[in-house]
């Protein structure tokens, strides 16, 4: 950690009479890190630096993941501190929100953005995308299998043609994904409701949240705005005034630069006129002050080599990593 991040934490910590934490999972085109069950130890490893403390801020950037990876980390964190509060520096959606939800209250930016929560089945059993490698598998969406089940239902009221149009479903997504996107369904609305179980008594505010939050918003791309958080779903969102804003987006741009999130991977622009080109980046940040730095890095070269193909010589760009995964920095 450098001293002016270190700085910039520092001030946060002051603004807020906390300990601030930081979970940053980049999105960086060609590089997009999501929250995963390996960031478990090293925030057991950062909280155990930190210790019990009155209050923990967690800082938190990150467009999803694993959702039991996620609710695994936030209980954890909860164990630390008598009070959870989020800042929301920009955009914090699909787990990342589930997170939110376990927070007393939740910093947002007029930038910041959550989203829907309704869970994606990523394993090998699902559809395999055509034209990609063949471990490439397309996520499985378990609102948009809801969604076809209950378009079929309101075209035709024939028991027959539904089923028909379930059997069609079996038939291109298998049997197992589509009985794990039934589970899921049915889990992610628990976790949600037990983390907001602390914060939230009024059960038509729970199931309002939980409505829309797991269907009613029609697309896991639909962001929910700092207005529509507080006034439509009733969240205990804070508006951060100008002197705490300035320490968010200083904080966030420092880190944003780091992991490099507004420059595409692009492998030519790395090579350049040379056929060989070594990199280095970071992917993903969990810090803080007493437990220093952790980083998920991805090491390795570009190799630029003239084939023979049947369309003629071209130019080809192999990608040899020799590392990716964690690294601790004092």
């Known amino acids: 950690m450098n001293k002016i991040r270190e700085n910039l934490i520092l001030d946060l910590q002051q603004a807020r009479n906390s300990v601030v934490l930081i979970y940053f999972t980049g999105d960086r085109r060609g590089l997009e890190t999501k929250i995963g069950t390996d960031a478990f130890d090293l925030f057991t490893k950062q909280l155990d630096l930190i210790g019990d403390a009155p209050k ?82 397309a996520p499985v969406s378990v609102e948009d299998i809801n969604a076809f089940i209950d378009f079929a239902k309101s075209v035709s009221g024939d028991k027959n043609l539904i089923n028909q149009a379930f059997q069609r479903l079996s038939s291109e997504i298998n049997p197992l994904v589509l009985g794990n996107a039934f589970r899921a369904r049915g889990q ?72 490099e999130l507004l420059v595409p991977f692009d492998p030519q622009l790395i090579l350049g006129q040379n056929t060989q080109a070594p990199y280095s980046f970071s992917r993903a940040i969990i810090e803080s002050v007493p437990g220093r730095t952790d980083i998920f890095m991805t090491d390795g070269s570009l190799i630029a080599q003239q084939l023979q193909t049947p369309q003629g010589i071209q130019k080809v760009i192999s990608d040899n990593r020799t590392f990716e995964g964690w690294r601790h920095y004092v």
Not at 188 to 209: C, Y
Not at 217 to 230: L, M, P
């Open 56 to 137: 923990i801020t967690l800082f938190l950037y990150t467009r999803g993941g694993d959702v039991l990876a996620a609710w695994s980390v936030i209980n954890l964190i909860h164990q630390f501190c008598k009070e959870l509060e989020i800042i929301v520096p920009s955009k914090c959606h699909s787990s990342g929100t589930l997170m939110c939800l376990a927070a007393k209250n939740i910093i947002m930016t007029k930038q910041a953005t959550l989203g829907p929560i309704d869970p994606s089945i990523h394993n090998q059993l699902n559809p395999a995308i055509p034209g990609a490698p063949p471990t490439a598998k």
């Open 188 to 259: 992610i609305r628990m976790l949600a409701k037990k983390l907001m179980s602390n914060n939230q008594k009024k059960k038509k505010v729970v199931e309002n949240i939980l409505r829309f939050l797991c269907s009613e918003s029609g697309s896991h791309d639909y962001t929910i705005n700092r207005k529509e958080a507080k006034d439509g779903l009733k969240l205990p969102i804070e508006k951060p005034d100008d002197a705490l804003y300035s320490k968010i987006i200083a904080l966030y741009n420092d880190i944003s630069d780091q992991l």
